[in-house]
């Protein structure tokens, strides 16, 4: 084992001449303390944003749908959803669209009713104007009666799934 020479430290005392000086053990701490405040200034940035996330999809929720689904309506929904939604979202509504395998999410299948049951016409609304990645957002692409009818739109397909109601052929 080899020996170092000692020499004088900063502050006095010796130490083996190539040993790291205190100071370098001292900034290793103060850098690690400064990594772990931004991981949690992050994380409290995430948890804010989730929140007011999940807060303004309760407000969606209580939207009511100003544009009932008429035939003009639905033939506007019907246009809008061939320009803007088909592509990812299919022509049945399925999700099985042309580039729905580009995407990393799956698109959504308005198709299955359990599912569309449970979203309220403002919560679709919500999702249409707001986006989620890979979907984006559609507030400055249509306007709000163009969002409320896609809505009306995208019921019809949960509606074919379900089939016509008992009783009728």
Known sequence: MAEFPLVPSRKGRPTARGAQPERSGK????VGFVV?????????AALVFAVQDWAARAQARKL????PPSAE???AGTQVYTQHCRSCHGAYGDG???KAGELSVAPGDFT??????????GELYWQITKGHRPMPAFADKLNEQ????VVDYLR??????????AGHP
């Open 96 to 98: 099985k669209g042309e």
């Open 36 to 44: 772990l405040l931004t991981a949690l200034g992050l994380a409290l």
């Open 73 to 75: 309506a639905l033939a």
């Open 146 to 149: 163009q969002r409320w009818q």
């Open 112 to 121: 299955d009713a359990a599912k569309m049951d449970l979203l309220s016409d």
């Open 64 to 67: 009511n749908n100003p544009y």
């Open 156 to 165: 019809t397909f949960a509606a074919k799934a379900k089939g016509p109601p």
């Open 27 to 30: 900034r290793v701490q103060l």
